[in-house]
């Protein structure tokens, strides 16, 4: 549970960071984090692509928080 809620929380400063310049907040970046690295671990699953250890879990949610962040600021037009 920690250790989800740790990189979740540094995937969404990450995923903060590439797509906006800084974070949203601490409980915003650990839910897209953690969502984020739900969606990015289906992902790599579809496309068989698999990371180990825990850079490769935070990389995971950091590539799954972009591509949500990018398909939020797609659908609702805000930047």
Request: net charge positive; hydrophobic share 55%; glycine share 22%.
């Amino acid at each position: 549970m920690l250790y989800g809620l740790i990189v979740g929380l540094v995937a969404g400063l990450i995923a903060g960071w590439i797509m906006k310049g800084s974070g949203y907040g601490i409980i915003w970046n650990i839910i897209i984090g953690i969502i984020g690295g739900v969606f990015g671990s289906w992902l790599f699953e579809q496309l068989h692509i698999t990371w180990g250890g825990t850079i490769g879990s935070i990389g995971t949610a950091v590539v799954g928080a972009v591509v949500l962040i990018w398909l939020f600021r797609l659908i609702t037009g805000k930047k």
